[in-house]
């Protein structure tokens, strides 16, 4: 100890012990525990015809037993049941919302059946971008329904790709990440199930459908993700039902011949769906979802709404500019509109005092008219009582005249 005090002593510097961590590559932590307090969104869209299996294998994937009553054949429009979940494991709370095709394929005409599914799509985006353009966003508790990712289930026929199929993933494939899905994978043996799905992926390559494929681009997953493109369309089989197998129970379906395992790699690609969604990937889906499906959907109803991405010159036009000419133009033909009004008010106006004048004008000559006869009628008869005027007095006078003539005529009698 004598020489290390003498150490010490020549070096003159001063140990210290550290307290506690200190440094910004705790970084990572505090996003983590921010996303672990705040909780986690997912959302799943499954479209399959009827009876094929959607709701057990939800049911497989998540441990629950959300399972509804059974949907019926007999719908004549296809419809969306959505559902929402609180799930929790261990301390990793999940908002699960779960979207199910009903009555999908059970139509005699299917050419409308994609369509639902579509504005489905479409309503969550405009929900989102609504948001996006309040002026008082709350982005903290607002539910981003947006779906993250839509299993598509094919039927087992070991053929191909009904027409259905094809128009449905036609038309979203631009809108959601679509995961193909071989349902009942059961119902196919091993060496057509392998051509089937060879001639899934061909024909959706033909058809120009672009399916969301797995990323390679991080070196921690680029390997088992590439791996697993090369596996798509993934062969499912969902079962809520515990077999004893050995001495474990396990996940399968009992057969006559034997047990199928869902959580068998060799039996069937559960796990590995399971693994690439939940575990691998369920990060870059949401992503994908905002920065490709989202970004289109916006940048499309933003043109539609006349902010175009660029001005006559090439240049990237400002959001405050156009809204200012937006605006402007608005204004302006607000205006138009107003003069137009006024101008056809004006002349609505001028027809009306016109007729009234009209009217004023018949009503003044029948009244000149009328008083006209009845001048002459009064005429008329003034001339008439004139007459009759006259006519009394020469009565009287004759009357006057006749009596005299009496008197004469007595008095000479009397003479005589
Ligand atoms: P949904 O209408 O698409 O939701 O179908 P359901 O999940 O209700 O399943 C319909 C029927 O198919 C039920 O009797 C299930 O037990 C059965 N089923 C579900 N998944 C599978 C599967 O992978 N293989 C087989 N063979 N049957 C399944």
Not at 16 to 42: A, E, I, R, W, Y
Not at 280 to 300: A, G, I, S, V
Request: proline residues 2%; charged residues 30%; negative net charge.
């Amino acid at each position: 100890t004598l020489d290390d005090e003498d150490t010490q002593k020549e070096d003159n510097t001063r140990c210290l012990t550290m307290l506690g961590h200190f440094g910004f590559d705790c970084l990572p932590h505090q996003l983590v525990n921010k996303s672990v307090q705040q909780g986690f969104s997912f959302n799943i869209l499954c479209v399959g015809e009827t009876g094929i299996g959607k709701s057990t294998l939800v049911d497989t994937l998540f441990n629950t037993n959300l399972k509804d009553k059974k949907s019926s054949h007999f719908y004549s429009n296809v419809g969306l049941k959505v559902q929402t979940y609180e799930l929790q494991e261990s301390h990793v709370q999940l908002k699960l919302t779960v979207v199910k095709t009903v009555g999908y394929g059970d139509q005699m005409n299917k050419e409308a059946s994609y369509q639902p599914i579509v504005n489905y799509i479409d309503a969550q985006f405009e929900a989102y971008l609504q948001e996006e353009l309040k002026i008082k966003r709350s982005f903290a508790d607002y539910h981003d329904s947006r779906v993250h990712v839509c299993l598509y289930f094919i039927s087992p026929t070991g053929h191909s790709l009904k027409s259905l199929d094809v128009l449905t993933m036609k038309n979203i494939d631009s809108k959601v990440n679509i995961v193909p899905l071989i349902a009942k994978a059961d119902a196919i043996s091993k060496n057509d199930l392998q051509k089937f799905k060879c001639r899934i992926m061909s024909e959706l390559v033909s058809n120009g459908i672009q399916i969301y494929q797995f990323p390679t681009d991080d070196e921690t997953s680029a390997q088992v993700n590439s791996s697993m493109n090369g596996l798509l369309p993934f062969a499912v089989v969902g079962s809520m039902d515990e077999v004893k197998v050995g001495k474990r129970m396990v996940r399968g379906r009992q057969y006559p011949w034997g047990v199928l395992q869902v959580e068998n790699e060799n039996h069937c690609d559960f796990v590995k769906l399971r693994d690439m969604l939940l575990c691998t990937n369920t990060e870059d889906l949401k992503e994908q979802t905002h920065t490709q499906h989202y970004e289109r959907y916006r940048c499309c109803k933003l043109q539609k709404m006349g902010f175009p991405d660029v001005g006559p010159d090439n240049q990237p036009v400002s959001f405050q500019e156009i809204y200012e000419a937006k605006r402007q133009e608005f204004f302006d033909q607000c205006q138009r509109e107003e003069e137009e009004l006024k101008q056809k008010f004006m002349q609505r106006v001028k027809e009306k005092e016109a007729a009234f004048k009209e009217a004023e004008k018949e009503l003044q000559d029948k009244f000149e008219h009328l008083k006209r006869i009845q001048q002459e009628e009064t005429m008329k008869l003034e001339e008439e009582r004139r007459q009759l005027e006259e006519e009394i007095i020469d009565f009287y006078k004759m009357k006057t005249a006749s009596g005299s003539l009496q008197t004469q005529v007595c008095t000479n009698t009397k003479k005589d």
